[in-house]
């Protein structure tokens, strides 16, 4: 019986540290690294990435949800950080004008349609 | 009919052409960094060891009710060395200066303060790059100028200059 508590423990523990470490990867590719060009923080070794990987850890085993650290680190860093821009009054055009293009492109494909029957 | 035609083409012109200025734009904007983020944002209440002695500080607690700079160094960064006659020249006009010593050793940047001279009032170890996090810095050096209601002011990615110092001393 002692032999199998400690067995679960010893399961538990590394079940805890892999869900850690898959969340920490999962967040830092969806940050920017922001003095790197193109790469995130989780692909980049610089000083800057490194430490945002490093504090994101220890965010997630303070139990913080993933929305906290993000904001925490957008109101550092700004918008910028993340990958996936927010929707923001700034960025609206940026996720209307694909809409916006379609609705057009339909309106006059139809037009054409109707004027050459 | 014609007119329509050319309306059309002078429409689908002034289109393309506001494309082509706005990805050009794009293509050829400097990629700065955004300071302006934590501009006018309070100064986090940051607590960590003195360099000088084992104490916990809290940089709240060290200024002195005025305006007073916050600048990131660490010996191992050539651009702390040359920013620092700057930061000397604020010391010597009584400007209030805490250092926060970025992933740097004691001994080191005891040697480097002994070997610049020392600007700081306190210095702040900053092993694990955490309080940087919470001043959105990038890197070292970065210097925060912040009132006396705590809130930051201005703030310089990279060493600092005399426009700077200028700065500081006309704000005060």
Redesign the interface.
């Known amino acids: 019986m002692k032999y199998f508590l400690v067995f679960y423990f010893i399961l538990i523990n590394i079940a805890g540290a892999n869900e850690v470490e898959t969340r920490t990867a999962t967040i830092s590719k969806n940050l920017r690294c922001?003095?790197c060009d193109g790469q995130s923080v989780y692909e980049s070794n610089s000083?800057?990435a490194?430490?945002?990987k490093?504090?994101v850890k220890?965010e997630i085993m303070k139990n913080r949800t993933d929305k906290e650290i993000y904001d925490f680190l957008i109101?550092?860093?700004?918008d910028?950080i993340i990958f996936n821009p927010l929707l923001t009054l700034k960025n609206i055009m940026l996720w209307l004008a694909p809409a916006i293009f379609f609705i057009i492109g339909i309106f006059i494909i139809t037009r054409r349609l109707n004027v050459t029957k | 009919m014609y007119l329509k035609k050319e309306f059309k083409i002078f429409i689908l012109l002034i289109f393309f052409g506001l494309l082509f200025f706005l990805f050009y734009y794009s293509l050829y904007k400097t990629k700065d960094f955004e300071p302006k983020v934590m501009i006018g944002k309070q100064f986090p209440n940051l607590t960590e060891e003195s360099l000088f002695n084992n104490e916990i500080l809290n940089i709240r607690h060290i200024s002195d009710n005025d305006l007073f700079v916050v600048n990131i160094f660490a010996s191992w960064c050539a651009p702390c060395k040359v920013e620092h006659p700057f930061l000397m020249k604020l010391k010597n006009k009584n400007i209030l200066i805490i250092g926060i010593n970025y992933k740097d050793t004691k001994d080191n940047a005891k040697k480097f303060l002994r070997k610049f001279k020392n600007p700081y009032q306190e210095v702040l170890l900053d092993y694990k790059g955490e309080l940087s996090i919470n001043l959105g810095a990038y890197g070292v050096p970065e210097t925060y100028l912040v009132d006396k209601n705590f809130k930051i002011i201005d703030k310089q990615i990279g060493p600092i200059n005399n426009d700077f110092v200028e700065k500081v001393l006309n704000l005060r």
């Open positions: 922001l003095v000083d800057f490194r430490d945002i490093n504090y220890k109101s550092k860093y700004g910028s």
